[in-house]
């Protein structure tokens, strides 16, 4: 099994980790991990140049990896394997808004960039992340199936910029609802 190489923005990792850490604390679950992330983080602060950004960045994937962030976005890519392939770069990073997240891709030559914004706050409900993921990543990987025939810059037939525009919009509608049958009938949460 072929994984892809997934990049995260530290910002996503560091927000995430801080969320997850705290959430943890609130519950009450998991305190000696949530203890030492406070003392090493302090100790951290005490003793590190505020330039050498490396090691906050360290601390942070290290945190990252152990609370198992990591591994979730890496099990649910096991279902998408188009963007295992050598010519996908999947990036995760920080959104600040509803209006910002999702999936796009990017076509540069021969390299596809599939650029994934999440508010960091969704780590916090990982059931409706997981579905959220699923959907997006679905709408991806269709744009990669050459059989899918994807066409970012096809004409929908409108007389001018308007029609066209509400033309994609239905398109957009339509594709969403396909997305979101097709992930019932494999059994997944859809949260459309």
Do not use: C
Not at 35 to 49: I, K
Not at 98 to 120: D, N, P, W, Y
């Amino acid at each position: 099994l072929v994984q892809p190489a997934i990049e995260f923005g530290i910002d996503f990792i560091e927000e995430t980790v801080f969320f997850t850490v705290h959430e943890l604390e609130r519950q009450g679950k998991q305190m000696e991990l949530v203890e030492r992330f406070h003392q090493d983080r302090s100790r951290l602060y005490e003793v590190a140049d505020e330039t050498n950004q490396n090691q906050f960045e360290k601390f942070y994937l290290d945190f990252f990896r152990e609370l198992g962030l990591r591994q979730f976005f890496y099990d649910l890519t096991t279902n998408f394997p188009r963007l295992a392939k050598e010519s996908v770069r999947l990036l995760i990073r920080r959104s600040y808004g509803r209006k910002s997240e999702g999936a796009e891709l990017f076509v540069r030559g021969s390299v596809r960039t599939v650029v994934t914004g999440l508010q960091t706050t969704r780590i916090l409900d990982l059931n409706f992340l997981s579905g959220y993921l699923r959907h997006e990543w679905t709408r991806i990987s269709d744009m990669l199936d050459p059989a899918f025939e994807y066409d970012a810059h096809a004409s929908l037939s409108g007389t001018n910029e308007i029609e066209e525009n509400l033309n994609r919009d239905r398109f957009k509608i339509l594709w969403d609802l396909s997305i979101a049958s097709r992930l019932l009938n494999e059994g997944y949460f859809s949260f459309m």
